[in-house]
């Protein structure tokens, strides 16, 4: 009977029809409950018509003793594991969704701010920016396991903790544990296409591997809140066996408090430096951008050979950037990089001739570069793939003609490469214009 047919019901009967529906302990449990609770209010019926009370009267008095339907079910849910029905199991994967985003998210954030701090991630350090990367549909927590795997442990004790701590009121642990984790793949839905978003035969394995990990969490789950029940009904057999005492029947009561209090003061520190770090990620200033004429001085002064510039450049193209990087000679090579005004670009290095550069090819030595770029074969043409990150594990796969021309003049070593539609004789009229 369900509260919906009390309208002919005794005043026991519908009250226990409105009881049955507010409890969330073990079937078995209920229908034990409920007849221990028809037996005590048949008991004050019986007391009231002995004491020349109606049938009726007597029932409507003893129920109204007895308390409200509200916190008879609160007492009897609160001392008593929970039941996992259907109904409870979509709560907890909604749960589990909620969870992994808010946890992962959180966990991840404080780290990140520093090494954008440092600039050791290429993104904009806006607070906005810095969330996004650290949520799960960033890249912020493989970044972050560069410097050590403190973020994916931290999420593992957090996740695990809710986990322990819904089984340790679970009637059934792995349940309780099934549901939340099975909440890591509900929130987390683009894993799977992942693993197929490109045609490459290397990153659909790379990506499985990173995957796999996150899918371990649902197993992870159904463990430790099995664990958090099997810990639960341990603690309250002992306690069963104890002398009884004032205060037993609050032991669980202040067990359930003593974990939330823990989980709480948890929840505030991880909002409380994520929040911190949010703060600090609004004063990071964007990095200065150091005029071209400075980069260029500045690697200047760092080499021993004196920077060439090419003479003739096609129309709209501007130097944007100048690097010096590690070669054969420590650090001594230059790249100049151009952009063009359609889009592409024009990256030109420069090196200093090798002495000990192999006279003559061997089989697992390079060719040798062409001593001019007049030369016929200092031109080439391949077709590259390139790989652009977009989101969470996927890329855009972007394939480009590159055209390249590389000599070694006996004094530096030169190489020019591009993604414009240069023809040879263009890339050789801006390698000519280095020598004057």
Request: charged share 15%; with cysteine.
């Amino acid at each position: 009977m369900t509260s919906r047919d009390n309208s002919h019901a005794s005043p026991i009967d519908a009250y226990l029809a409105e009881l049955v529906a507010q409890l969330t302990v073990e079937p078995t449990e209920r229908a034990t409950i409920l007849e221990e609770i028809r037996g005590h209010l048949e008991e004050a019926t019986a007391a009231e018509v002995a004491r020349g009370s109606t049938a009726a009267e007597a029932e409507s008095r003893a129920v109204a003793a007895f308390g409200s339907v509200a916190t008879t079910a609160r007492s009897i849910n609160s001392t008593l594991p929970l039941y996992w029905d259907w109904r409870q199991m979509a709560r907890g994967v909604v749960l589990g969704a909620l969870a992994i985003w808010v946890i992962w998210t959180l966990a991840t954030f404080p780290f990140i701010v520093p090494m954008a701090t440092e600039h050791q991630l290429d993104v904009s350090t806006s607070p906005a920016s810095l969330l996004f990367t650290a949520s799960p549909l960033g890249f912020g927590l493989f970044y972050v396991l560069r410097n050590g795997p403190w973020a994916a442990l931290l999420i593992l004790a957090l996740f695990g903790a809710i986990a322990f701590a819904l089984g340790s009121r679970a009637s059934t642990g792995w349940r309780a544990g099934l549901a939340f984790g099975l909440g890591v793949i509900v929130g987390l839905p683009f894993l799977l296409p992942a693993i197929f978003y490109t045609n490459s035969f290397i990153r659909p394995l790379a990506m499985l591997l990173f995957i796999l990990p996150i899918w371990l969490l649902v197993p992870y789950a159904g463990f430790t809140s099995w664990l958090g029940a099997r810990i639960a009904r341990t603690r309250d057999t002992h306690a069963l066996r104890r002398p009884p005492t004032t205060t037993s029947g609050n032991r669980h009561q202040r067990r359930l408090s003593t974990a939330i209090i823990v989980g709480l003061f948890l929840l505030v520190t991880l909002l409380g430096v994520s929040g911190w770090s949010f703060v600090r990620a609004a004063t990071i200033l964007p990095s200065p951008t150091i005029p071209v004429s400075q980069q260029l001085a500045s690697a200047q002064r760092q080499l021993s050979f004196t920077i060439r510039q090419p003479g003739y450049l096609p129309a709209g193209t501007t130097l944007t950037s100048v690097d010096v990087a590690e070669a054969w000679c420590a650090h001594c090579s230059v790249s100049l990089n151009y952009h063009i005004s359609s889009g592409a670009d024009i990256f030109l290095y420069e090196i200093p001739h090798n002495p000990s550069a192999p006279e003559s090819v061997g089989p697992d030595m390079p060719p040798l570069l062409p001593s001019s770029p007049d030369a016929p074969d200092a031109y080439s043409s391949v077709t590259a793939v390139s790989y652009h990150q977009t989101w969470w594990l996927g890329a855009d796969e972007k394939t480009e003609q590159q055209r390249s021309l590389s000599w070694d003049d006996g004094t530096l070593q030169y190489g020019l490469i591009t993604n414009a539609p240069l023809s040879a004789a263009t890339l050789k009229q801006i390698a000519l214009s280095l020598y004057g």
